[in-house]
Protein backbone atom coordinates (compact mmCIF):
# COMPACT_ATOMS: atom_id res chain seq x y z
CA UNK A 1 0.00 0.00 0.00
CA UNK A 2 1.33 3.00 -0.97
CA UNK A 3 0.23 6.77 0.61
CA UNK A 4 -2.23 8.48 0.44
CA UNK A 5 -4.39 6.32 1.90
CA UNK A 6 -7.46 7.91 0.44
CA UNK A 7 -6.08 7.57 -2.81
CA UNK A 8 -5.29 4.47 -3.13
CA UNK A 9 -8.86 2.86 -1.83
CA UNK A 10 -10.67 5.86 -4.09
CA UNK A 11 -8.61 3.71 -7.12
CA UNK A 12 -9.16 0.76 -5.63
CA UNK A 13 -12.96 1.33 -5.35
CA UNK A 14 -12.91 2.49 -9.26
CA UNK A 15 -11.41 -1.13 -10.68
CA UNK A 16 -13.54 -3.04 -8.16
CA UNK A 17 -16.48 -5.10 -9.88
CA UNK A 18 -18.96 -4.35 -7.45
CA UNK A 19 -22.01 -6.78 -6.77
CA UNK A 20 -24.65 -4.52 -7.39
CA UNK A 21 -25.14 -4.41 -11.16
CA UNK A 22 -27.40 -1.36 -10.71
CA UNK A 23 -24.59 0.82 -9.31
CA UNK A 24 -21.77 -0.50 -11.76
CA UNK A 25 -24.45 0.24 -14.82
CA UNK A 26 -24.92 3.80 -13.61
CA UNK A 27 -21.35 4.32 -13.35
CA UNK A 28 -20.76 3.18 -16.90
CA UNK A 29 -23.61 5.62 -18.00
CA UNK A 30 -22.61 8.60 -16.10
CA UNK A 31 -19.13 7.81 -17.68
CA UNK A 32 -20.73 8.07 -21.19
CA UNK A 33 -22.58 10.50 -20.71
CA UNK A 34 -19.86 12.92 -19.84
CA UNK A 35 -18.23 12.40 -22.86
CA UNK A 36 -20.97 12.41 -25.35
CA UNK A 37 -22.24 15.85 -23.74
CA UNK A 38 -18.19 16.90 -24.39
CA UNK A 39 -17.52 15.36 -27.67
CA UNK A 40 -21.08 16.99 -29.01
CA UNK A 41 -20.13 20.26 -27.67
CA UNK A 42 -17.11 20.38 -29.22
CA UNK A 43 -18.49 18.96 -32.71
CA UNK A 44 -21.52 21.53 -32.63
CA UNK A 45 -19.23 24.61 -32.17
CA UNK A 46 -16.31 23.48 -34.53
CA UNK A 47 -19.06 23.05 -37.07
CA UNK A 48 -20.75 26.51 -36.32
CA UNK A 49 -16.97 27.76 -35.99
CA UNK A 50 -16.67 26.49 -40.00
CA UNK A 51 -19.93 27.95 -40.78
CA UNK A 52 -19.05 31.55 -39.03
CA UNK A 53 -16.19 31.20 -41.49
CA UNK A 54 -17.58 30.27 -44.67
CA UNK A 55 -20.02 33.29 -44.02
CA UNK A 56 -17.16 35.67 -43.11
CA UNK A 57 -15.31 34.13 -46.74
CA UNK A 58 -18.82 34.73 -48.86
CA UNK A 59 -19.44 38.22 -47.12
CA UNK A 60 -15.82 39.75 -47.97
CA UNK A 61 -16.08 38.11 -51.16
CA UNK A 62 -17.42 41.12 -52.83
CA UNK A 63 -16.95 43.25 -50.19
CA UNK A 64 -13.21 44.97 -48.60
CA UNK A 65 -12.08 44.47 -44.94
CA UNK A 66 -12.61 47.88 -44.73
CA UNK A 67 -13.74 50.90 -46.65
CA UNK A 68 -13.40 54.84 -45.79
CA UNK A 69 -16.63 57.14 -46.72
CA UNK A 70 -18.54 60.16 -45.93
CA UNK A 71 -19.74 60.17 -42.17
CA UNK A 72 -23.15 59.93 -42.47
CA UNK A 73 -23.24 58.07 -45.12
CA UNK A 74 -24.02 54.69 -46.40
CA UNK A 75 -21.23 55.19 -49.25
CA UNK A 76 -18.18 56.74 -49.70
CA UNK A 77 -16.26 59.34 -51.93
CA UNK A 78 -13.47 59.26 -54.49
CA UNK A 79 -14.13 61.06 -57.52
CA UNK A 80 -11.66 59.53 -59.86
CA UNK A 81 -11.55 57.19 -62.70
CA UNK A 82 -9.61 53.91 -63.06
CA UNK A 83 -6.32 55.28 -64.58
CA UNK A 84 -6.13 58.09 -62.21
CA UNK A 85 -7.63 56.90 -58.81
CA UNK A 86 -4.49 57.48 -56.96
CA UNK A 87 -3.15 60.74 -58.61
CA UNK A 88 -6.28 62.32 -58.96
CA UNK A 89 -8.23 61.75 -55.87
CA UNK A 90 -7.10 65.10 -54.29
CA UNK A 91 -10.09 67.00 -53.34
CA UNK A 92 -14.00 66.50 -53.61
CA UNK A 93 -16.21 69.19 -52.54
CA UNK A 94 -14.50 69.44 -48.58
CA UNK A 95 -13.39 65.91 -48.07
CA UNK A 96 -9.45 65.59 -48.41
CA UNK A 97 -9.33 61.95 -50.44
CA UNK A 98 -6.02 62.50 -50.84
CA UNK A 99 -4.89 62.48 -47.38
CA UNK A 100 -7.28 59.97 -46.03
CA UNK A 101 -5.00 57.43 -49.07
CA UNK A 102 -1.45 58.50 -47.44
CA UNK A 103 -2.93 57.66 -44.02
CA UNK A 104 -4.25 54.29 -45.07
CA UNK A 105 -0.95 53.36 -46.98
CA UNK A 106 1.50 54.46 -44.70
CA UNK A 107 0.03 51.55 -42.33
CA UNK A 108 1.69 48.18 -43.01
CA UNK A 109 -1.57 46.38 -42.42
CA UNK A 110 -2.58 48.32 -45.53
CA UNK A 111 -2.41 45.52 -48.64
CA UNK A 112 -4.22 47.81 -51.05
CA UNK A 113 -6.74 50.61 -51.78
CA UNK A 114 -9.28 50.88 -54.50
CA UNK A 115 -11.90 53.33 -55.45
CA UNK A 116 -15.54 52.43 -55.32
CA UNK A 117 -19.04 54.40 -55.77
CA UNK A 118 -22.09 52.59 -54.66
CA UNK A 119 -25.68 54.45 -55.43
CA UNK A 120 -29.55 52.83 -55.16
CA UNK A 121 -31.24 52.10 -58.54
CA UNK A 122 -33.94 50.35 -60.71
CA UNK A 123 -33.27 47.22 -62.41
CA UNK A 124 -35.83 47.64 -65.74
CA UNK A 125 -36.04 44.32 -67.89
CA UNK A 126 -39.77 44.51 -69.27
CA UNK A 127 -42.09 43.73 -67.53
CA UNK A 128 -39.97 43.23 -64.44
CA UNK A 129 -38.66 46.18 -62.37
CA UNK A 130 -35.93 45.00 -59.07
CA UNK A 131 -34.34 47.43 -57.07
CA UNK A 132 -30.63 46.85 -57.24
CA UNK A 133 -27.07 48.69 -55.70
CA UNK A 134 -25.39 49.41 -58.14
CA UNK A 135 -21.60 49.29 -57.19
CA UNK A 136 -18.82 50.66 -59.71
CA UNK A 137 -15.30 49.42 -59.48
CA UNK A 138 -11.58 50.08 -61.12
CA UNK A 139 -11.45 46.85 -62.44
CA UNK A 140 -7.36 46.84 -62.61
CA UNK A 141 -7.72 48.28 -58.99
CA UNK A 142 -10.44 45.71 -57.61
CA UNK A 143 -9.13 42.73 -57.65
CA UNK A 144 -6.80 43.76 -54.78
CA UNK A 145 -8.51 44.60 -52.52
CA UNK A 146 -11.62 42.20 -53.04
CA UNK A 147 -11.74 38.55 -54.40
CA UNK A 148 -14.18 39.41 -56.84
CA UNK A 149 -13.24 37.88 -59.93
CA UNK A 150 -12.73 34.42 -58.20
CA UNK A 151 -17.34 34.89 -57.58
CA UNK A 152 -17.85 35.01 -61.31
CA UNK A 153 -20.27 32.59 -63.08
CA UNK A 154 -19.82 33.70 -66.35
CA UNK A 155 -17.73 36.88 -67.42
CA UNK A 156 -14.64 38.25 -66.05
CA UNK A 157 -13.82 41.61 -64.23
CA UNK A 158 -11.84 43.25 -66.69
CA UNK A 159 -14.92 42.60 -69.41
CA UNK A 160 -16.19 46.22 -67.66
CA UNK A 161 -14.92 49.05 -69.69
CA UNK A 162 -15.41 52.91 -69.11
CA UNK A 163 -17.67 54.21 -71.82
CA UNK A 164 -19.06 50.73 -72.87
CA UNK A 165 -21.48 50.64 -70.54
CA UNK A 166 -21.09 46.92 -69.14
CA UNK A 167 -22.83 45.41 -66.20
CA UNK A 168 -22.39 42.12 -64.05
CA UNK A 169 -25.27 40.91 -61.92
CA UNK A 170 -26.11 38.91 -59.39
CA UNK A 171 -27.38 35.34 -60.16
CA UNK A 172 -30.29 36.46 -58.24
CA UNK A 173 -30.93 40.13 -59.97
CA UNK A 174 -30.23 38.32 -63.01
CA UNK A 175 -32.44 35.62 -62.63
CA UNK A 176 -35.45 37.74 -61.28
CA UNK A 177 -35.09 39.48 -64.62
CA UNK A 178 -34.74 37.24 -66.65
CA UNK A 179 -31.27 38.30 -68.30
CA UNK A 180 -28.26 36.37 -69.08
CA UNK A 181 -25.14 37.27 -70.53
CA UNK A 182 -25.41 39.37 -73.60
CA UNK A 183 -29.21 40.60 -72.77
CA UNK A 184 -29.58 44.47 -72.24
CA UNK A 185 -30.51 45.74 -68.97
CA UNK A 186 -32.35 49.71 -68.49
CA UNK A 187 -31.08 51.07 -65.28
CA UNK A 188 -32.75 54.05 -63.31
CA UNK A 189 -31.53 56.39 -60.90
CA UNK A 190 -33.18 58.73 -58.58
CA UNK A 191 -32.69 62.09 -58.91
CA UNK A 192 -33.52 65.96 -58.37
CA UNK A 193 -33.37 68.75 -60.65
CA UNK A 194 -32.82 72.31 -59.84
CA UNK A 195 -35.96 73.48 -58.70
CA UNK A 196 -36.68 70.39 -56.58
CA UNK A 197 -38.32 68.35 -59.38
CA UNK A 198 -37.75 64.41 -59.91
CA UNK A 199 -35.15 64.16 -62.61
CA UNK A 200 -34.45 60.19 -62.78
CA UNK A 201 -31.48 59.39 -64.94
CA UNK A 202 -32.05 56.31 -67.10
CA UNK A 203 -29.19 53.92 -68.65
CA UNK A 204 -29.37 51.12 -71.00
CA UNK A 205 -26.49 48.50 -70.05
CA UNK A 206 -25.32 45.34 -71.83
CA UNK A 207 -24.92 42.25 -68.93
CA UNK A 208 -21.65 41.12 -69.40
CA UNK A 209 -21.19 38.60 -66.77
CA UNK A 210 -23.10 36.97 -63.45
CA UNK A 211 -21.42 36.44 -60.16
CA UNK A 212 -22.98 34.09 -57.43
CA UNK A 213 -21.61 34.11 -53.83
CA UNK A 214 -24.46 32.16 -52.04
CA UNK A 215 -25.68 34.79 -49.88
CA UNK A 216 -28.89 36.43 -50.75
CA UNK A 217 -27.21 40.24 -49.56
CA UNK A 218 -25.08 39.85 -52.38
CA UNK A 219 -26.28 37.86 -55.43
CA UNK A 220 -30.46 39.28 -54.81
CA UNK A 221 -29.42 43.23 -54.47
CA UNK A 222 -25.71 44.16 -56.37
CA UNK A 223 -24.56 44.71 -59.82
CA UNK A 224 -21.12 45.53 -60.48
CA UNK A 225 -20.49 48.61 -62.84
CA UNK A 226 -16.81 50.58 -64.15
CA UNK A 227 -16.28 53.54 -61.77
CA UNK A 228 -16.74 56.35 -64.61
CA UNK A 229 -20.20 55.13 -65.58
CA UNK A 230 -21.68 54.79 -62.16
CA UNK A 231 -20.45 58.01 -61.75
CA UNK A 232 -22.10 59.73 -64.85
CA UNK A 233 -25.39 58.02 -63.19
CA UNK A 234 -24.99 60.25 -59.94
CA UNK A 235 -25.21 63.95 -59.44
CA UNK A 236 -23.46 63.98 -56.07
CA UNK A 237 -19.73 62.63 -56.31
CA UNK A 238 -18.65 63.65 -52.97
CA UNK A 239 -21.60 61.43 -51.41
CA UNK A 240 -21.51 58.53 -53.84
CA UNK A 241 -18.10 57.52 -53.65
CA UNK A 242 -15.80 55.88 -51.53
CA UNK A 243 -12.19 53.63 -50.68
CA UNK A 244 -12.15 50.10 -50.52
CA UNK A 245 -8.98 48.64 -48.32
CA UNK A 246 -7.85 45.35 -48.11
CA UNK A 247 -5.53 44.29 -45.28
CA UNK A 248 -2.76 41.21 -44.31
CA UNK A 249 -5.38 40.05 -41.74
CA UNK A 250 -9.00 41.18 -41.95
CA UNK A 251 -9.65 40.23 -38.03
CA UNK A 252 -7.44 43.46 -37.19
CA UNK A 253 -9.84 45.45 -39.20
CA UNK A 254 -11.49 47.01 -35.89
CA UNK A 255 -8.12 47.82 -34.25
CA UNK A 256 -6.94 49.77 -38.07
CA UNK A 257 -10.59 51.22 -37.87
CA UNK A 258 -9.83 52.43 -33.63
CA UNK A 259 -6.08 53.63 -34.51
CA UNK A 260 -6.30 55.25 -37.95
CA UNK A 261 -10.50 56.27 -37.69
CA UNK A 262 -10.10 59.86 -36.32
CA UNK A 263 -7.00 60.66 -38.71
CA UNK A 264 -8.71 60.79 -42.12
CA UNK A 265 -9.88 64.31 -42.36
CA UNK A 266 -12.94 65.95 -41.51
CA UNK A 267 -16.08 64.66 -42.90
CA UNK A 268 -14.51 61.16 -43.61
CA UNK A 269 -15.26 57.76 -41.42
CA UNK A 270 -13.76 54.87 -41.75
CA UNK A 271 -16.24 51.53 -41.36
CA UNK A 272 -14.74 47.83 -41.18
CA UNK A 273 -16.27 44.76 -42.48
CA UNK A 274 -17.16 43.86 -38.97
CA UNK A 275 -19.33 46.67 -38.52
CA UNK A 276 -21.06 46.57 -41.96
CA UNK A 277 -22.23 43.04 -41.40
CA UNK A 278 -22.82 42.94 -37.42
CA UNK A 279 -26.13 41.53 -37.33
CA UNK A 280 -24.89 37.98 -39.03
CA UNK A 281 -21.81 37.72 -36.67
CA UNK A 282 -24.13 38.79 -33.76
CA UNK A 283 -26.97 36.07 -34.84
CA UNK A 284 -24.10 33.53 -35.13
CA UNK A 285 -22.76 34.22 -31.66
CA UNK A 286 -26.53 34.24 -29.97
CA UNK A 287 -27.01 30.60 -31.77
CA UNK A 288 -23.42 28.94 -30.42
CA UNK A 289 -24.00 30.71 -26.96
CA UNK A 290 -27.16 29.15 -26.61
CA UNK A 291 -26.03 25.56 -28.36
CA UNK A 292 -23.55 25.36 -26.02
CA UNK A 293 -26.00 26.05 -22.84
CA UNK A 294 -28.33 23.55 -23.82
CA UNK A 295 -25.55 20.93 -25.03
CA UNK A 296 -23.84 21.58 -21.43
CA UNK A 297 -27.18 20.12 -19.95
CA UNK A 298 -26.20 16.66 -21.67
CA UNK A 299 -23.39 17.48 -19.14
CA UNK A 300 -25.04 18.22 -16.25
CA UNK A 301 -27.59 14.95 -16.51
CA UNK A 302 -24.09 12.74 -16.10
CA UNK A 303 -22.83 14.81 -13.59
CA UNK A 304 -26.43 14.24 -11.33
CA UNK A 305 -25.80 10.55 -12.65
CA UNK A 306 -22.33 10.99 -10.84
CA UNK A 307 -23.79 12.07 -7.99
CA UNK A 308 -26.77 9.24 -7.75
CA UNK A 309 -23.78 7.29 -8.56
CA UNK A 310 -21.60 7.98 -5.52
CA UNK A 311 -24.24 7.93 -3.10
CA UNK A 312 -25.60 4.32 -3.71
CA UNK A 313 -21.58 3.60 -3.27
CA UNK A 314 -21.63 5.37 -0.28
CA UNK A 315 -24.70 3.05 0.95
CA UNK A 316 -23.51 0.52 -0.08
CA UNK A 317 -19.78 1.05 1.48
CA UNK A 318 -21.04 1.87 4.51
CA UNK A 319 -19.55 -1.09 6.23
CA UNK A 320 -16.11 -0.63 4.65
CA UNK A 321 -16.19 3.42 5.88
CA UNK A 322 -16.81 2.18 9.39
CA UNK A 323 -14.02 -0.40 9.20
CA UNK A 324 -11.84 2.46 7.64
CA UNK A 325 -12.58 4.85 10.39
CA UNK A 326 -12.12 1.81 12.96
CA UNK A 327 -8.81 1.51 11.62
CA UNK A 328 -7.96 5.54 12.15
CA UNK A 329 -9.00 7.14 8.86
CA UNK A 330 -10.44 10.36 9.64
CA UNK A 331 -12.82 11.84 8.09
CA UNK A 332 -10.98 13.66 5.30
CA UNK A 333 -9.41 10.61 4.35
CA UNK A 334 -12.86 9.00 3.54
CA UNK A 335 -13.90 12.01 2.15
CA UNK A 336 -10.97 11.93 -0.12
CA UNK A 337 -11.61 8.26 -1.16
CA UNK A 338 -14.88 8.72 -2.63
CA UNK A 339 -13.93 12.19 -3.93
CA UNK A 340 -11.10 10.30 -5.61
CA UNK A 341 -13.79 7.94 -7.18
CA UNK A 342 -15.92 10.46 -8.37
CA UNK A 343 -12.79 12.50 -10.26
CA UNK A 344 -11.51 9.66 -11.98
CA UNK A 345 -14.95 8.58 -13.39
CA UNK A 346 -15.74 12.31 -14.36
CA UNK A 347 -12.40 13.40 -15.41
CA UNK A 348 -12.49 9.99 -17.71
CA UNK A 349 -15.37 11.12 -19.37
CA UNK A 350 -14.15 14.54 -20.22
CA UNK A 351 -11.03 13.46 -21.72
CA UNK A 352 -12.81 10.32 -24.03
CA UNK A 353 -15.24 13.57 -25.05
CA UNK A 354 -12.51 15.62 -25.95
CA UNK A 355 -10.69 12.78 -27.49
CA UNK A 356 -14.13 11.65 -29.15
CA UNK A 357 -14.77 15.30 -30.00
CA UNK A 358 -11.26 16.31 -31.45
CA UNK A 359 -11.45 13.60 -33.90
CA UNK A 360 -14.77 13.61 -34.97
CA UNK A 361 -14.48 17.59 -35.35
CA UNK A 362 -10.63 17.08 -37.78
CA UNK A 363 -12.96 14.79 -39.93
CA UNK A 364 -16.65 15.97 -39.72
CA UNK A 365 -16.15 16.36 -43.75
CA UNK A 366 -15.39 12.73 -44.61
CA UNK A 367 -17.90 11.35 -41.88
CA UNK A 368 -20.78 13.56 -42.89
CA UNK A 369 -20.44 12.21 -46.72
CA UNK A 370 -20.42 8.42 -45.60
CA UNK A 371 -23.10 8.75 -43.52
CA UNK A 372 -25.64 10.03 -46.45
CA UNK A 373 -24.61 7.65 -48.64
CA UNK A 374 -25.06 5.02 -45.86
CA UNK A 375 -28.29 6.06 -45.12
CA UNK A 376 -29.68 7.63 -48.29
CA UNK A 377 -30.31 11.15 -47.32
CA UNK A 378 -28.43 14.48 -47.66
CA UNK A 379 -27.85 16.81 -44.90
CA UNK A 380 -27.34 19.76 -46.93
CA UNK A 381 -29.96 19.97 -49.97
CA UNK A 382 -28.06 21.63 -52.76
CA UNK A 383 -31.85 22.73 -54.19
CA UNK A 384 -32.36 24.44 -50.94
CA UNK A 385 -28.89 25.43 -49.54
CA UNK A 386 -25.49 27.36 -50.94
CA UNK A 387 -23.32 25.22 -48.87
CA UNK A 388 -23.75 21.90 -49.77
CA UNK A 389 -20.91 20.63 -47.22
CA UNK A 390 -20.39 20.92 -43.53
CA UNK A 391 -17.57 22.56 -42.60
CA UNK A 392 -15.54 22.70 -39.11
CA UNK A 393 -12.95 24.92 -37.56
CA UNK A 394 -11.52 23.11 -34.62
CA UNK A 395 -10.11 26.04 -32.32
CA UNK A 396 -8.46 25.09 -29.58
CA UNK A 397 -9.68 27.96 -27.23
CA UNK A 398 -13.06 26.32 -27.87
CA UNK A 399 -11.93 22.76 -26.52
CA UNK A 400 -9.61 24.08 -23.48
CA UNK A 401 -13.06 25.63 -22.22
CA UNK A 402 -15.37 22.84 -22.60
CA UNK A 403 -12.88 20.45 -20.88
CA UNK A 404 -12.32 23.03 -17.84
CA UNK A 405 -16.28 23.53 -17.58
CA UNK A 406 -16.73 20.29 -17.24
CA UNK A 407 -14.11 18.92 -15.15
CA UNK A 408 -15.76 22.08 -12.94
CA UNK A 409 -18.57 20.43 -13.17
CA UNK A 410 -17.78 16.81 -12.66
CA UNK A 411 -15.83 17.77 -9.90
CA UNK A 412 -18.68 19.52 -7.92
CA UNK A 413 -21.30 16.60 -8.27
CA UNK A 414 -18.44 14.36 -6.19
CA UNK A 415 -18.58 17.12 -3.29
CA UNK A 416 -22.04 16.04 -1.69
CA UNK A 417 -21.16 12.09 -1.92
CA UNK A 418 -18.42 12.39 -0.30
CA UNK A 419 -19.59 14.99 2.53
CA UNK A 420 -21.89 12.10 3.69
CA UNK A 421 -19.60 9.63 3.35
CA UNK A 422 -16.97 11.46 5.20
CA UNK A 423 -19.92 11.82 7.94
CA UNK A 424 -20.84 7.76 8.42
CA UNK A 425 -20.51 6.94 12.04
CA UNK A 426 -18.84 3.69 12.71
CA UNK A 427 -20.67 2.85 15.61
CA UNK A 428 -24.11 3.20 13.60
CA UNK A 429 -23.18 1.31 10.11
CA UNK A 430 -21.40 -1.60 12.51
CA UNK A 431 -24.48 -1.89 14.94
CA UNK A 432 -26.44 -4.52 12.54
CA UNK A 433 -23.47 -5.84 10.97
Known amino acids: MFQPVSLFVGLRYVRSRTRKFFVSFITWVSLAGVAVGVAALIVVLSVMNGFEGELRDRLLALSSHARVIVAGESGGGLPSSAQGSAQAATRAGDYDWQGALAVLRSDPRVRGVAPYAEIQALALRTPEMLPVQLRG ?35 VVARLLGVAVGDRVTLLVPGVAEGGAPAPRLREFSVSGIFEIGLHDHDGTLALAHLDDVRALTSDDARAFGLHVKLDDPMSAPALNSQLGDRLGAGLTLRDWTQDHANYFRAIRIEKRMMSIILMLIVGVAAFNIVAMLVMVVTDKRTDIAILRTFGASPRS ?4 FLTQGLVIGWAGVALGVALGVMLSLNVADIVPLMESAFGFQVMDPSVYYVTRIPAELRAENVITIALIALVVTAAATVYPAIRASRVAPAEALRYE
Do not use: F, T
Request: charged share 25%.
Open 334 to 337: VLGV
Open 137 to 171: VDPQLEPAVSVAAAAMVEGRLDDLVPGDDRIILGS
